[in-house]
């Protein structure tokens, strides 16, 4: 893993090039394609992606081309935003 302050890069273990299987967002200053970020409100997720691919109280994920894009919720904001990346 490549952890900086804001944001962390999960990377395979053995392959050569190494391949980012996932990436974490921690804070606000970073925000995905459609401009969202930690701290904004559930509904402004639910607005800017439509439909969840899967959902709970405190979460979200949603699936476009093979990546995933998830939401975890606290307090009816984003607390933490994960990408994943088909491996």
């Given amino acids: 893993a490549y952890t900086y302050k804001v944001f962390s890069v ?6 050569q090039p190494e391949k980012v299987l996932s990436i974490y967002l921690q804070d606000d200053s970073v ?4 401009k969202i970020s930690v701290g904004d409100a559930k509904d402004k ?3 800017a992606y439509g439909t969840p691919a899967d959902e709970s ?3 979200a994920t949603f699936e476009k081309n093979g990546t995933k894009l998830s939401f975890v919720f606290r307090d009816g904001a984003v607390s933490s935003i994960l990408y994943s ?3």
Avoid: A, P
């Fill in 45 to 47: 997720v639910m607005s």
């Fill in 10 to 15: 999960y990377v395979t273990d053995k392959s």
């Fill in 85 to 87: 990346f088909e491996g």
């Fill in 31 to 34: 925000s995905t394609g459609e």
């Fill in 57 to 59: 109280e405190n979460g």
